[in-house]
C-alpha cells in the first residue's frame, strides 16, 4: 500500500472533499484535514484491498457511481469504524493507498473508481448470503 505522502504527491489537488475544482461556494478542506483523518483512509483501503477486484479497463470498471457513491458504500459497510462518516476526499486517497485506478472527473470533486462491476455483484452477493441487504450508492 501506498503511504499518505505518496498520495498527495500523485494527486496534488486532493483535499478532505475531493479534488480542488472551479467552484468559488465550496471548502474544500486543507491537505492538513484530510491528514488527520489518516486512520479512515487506511481503514477503507485494507477494506478495498480485502473486497474488490480492480482493473485498470475502464471497460470492467463499475460505471454506475463515482467516489460520492462509493464513499456511501464504504459508510454502510464499515459503520462505527469510520464513525458513520467517510468524506469523499478520504475515498479517494484510500482507493489510491489501495492501488485501485482512478480517474479524477474534469471540473468535479470526484473521481471514476476501478473497481469492476463483477466484484461489487460478488459483494453484494455476500451481503444478501449473510442476511444483509444489498447497497447501491
Given at each position: 500500500?501506498?503511504?499518505?505522502?505518496?498520495?498527495?504527491?500523485?494527486?496534488?489537488?486532493?483535499?478532505?472533499?475531493?479534488?480542488?475544482?472551479?467552484?468559488?461556494?465550496?471548502?474544500?478542506?486543507?491537505?492538513?484535514?484530510?491528514?488527520?483523518?489518516?486512520?479512515?483512509?487506511?481503514?477503507?483501503?485494507?477494506?478495498?484491498?480485502?473486497?474488490?477486484?480492480?482493473?485498470?479497463?475502464?471497460?470492467?470498471?463499475?460505471?454506475?457511481?463515482?467516489?460520492?457513491?462509493?464513499?456511501?458504500?464504504?459508510?454502510?459497510?464499515?459503520?462505527?469504524?469510520?464513525?458513520?462518516?467517510?468524506?469523499?476526499?478520504?475515498?479517494?486517497?484510500?482507493?489510491?493507498?489501495?492501488?485501485?485506478?482512478?480517474?479524477?472527473?474534469?471540473?468535479?470533486?470526484?473521481?471514476?473508481?476501478?473497481?469492476?462491476?463483477?466484484?461489487?455483484k460478488r459483494f453484494n452477493?455476500s451481503r444478501q448470503s449473510?442476511?444483509?441487504?444489498?447497497?447501491?450508492?
Amino acid at each position: 500500500m501506498k503511504t499518505m505522502a505518496e498520495v498527495l504527491a500523485e494527486y496534488p489537488t486532493l483535499r478532505y472533499a475531493g479534488f480542488i475544482c472551479r467552484r468559488d461556494d465550496y471548502d474544500f478542506g486543507t491537505v492538513d484535514v484530510l491528514l488527520a483523518h489518516e486512520s479512515d483512509v487506511k481503514l477503507v483501503a485494507q477494506w478495498l484491498s480485502d473486497t474488490f477486484e480492480t482493473s485498470t479497463d475502464t471497460r470492467r470498471w463499475w460505471k454506475c457511481s463515482s467516489s460520492y457513491g462509493w464513499k456511501h458504500i464504504a459508510e454502510n459497510t464499515l459503520g462505527s469504524k469510520v464513525d458513520d462518516y467517510v468524506s469523499n476526499g478520504t475515498f479517494i486517497a484510500a482507493a489510491v493507498m489501495a492501488d485501485v485506478p482512478i480517474r479524477p472527473r474534469k471540473n468535479s470533486l470526484n473521481a471514476d473508481i476501478g473497481i469492476t462491476a463483477q466484484s461489487f455483484k460478488r459483494f453484494n452477493k455476500s451481503r444478501q448470503s449473510r442476511g444483509e441487504p444489498a447497497v447501491y450508492p
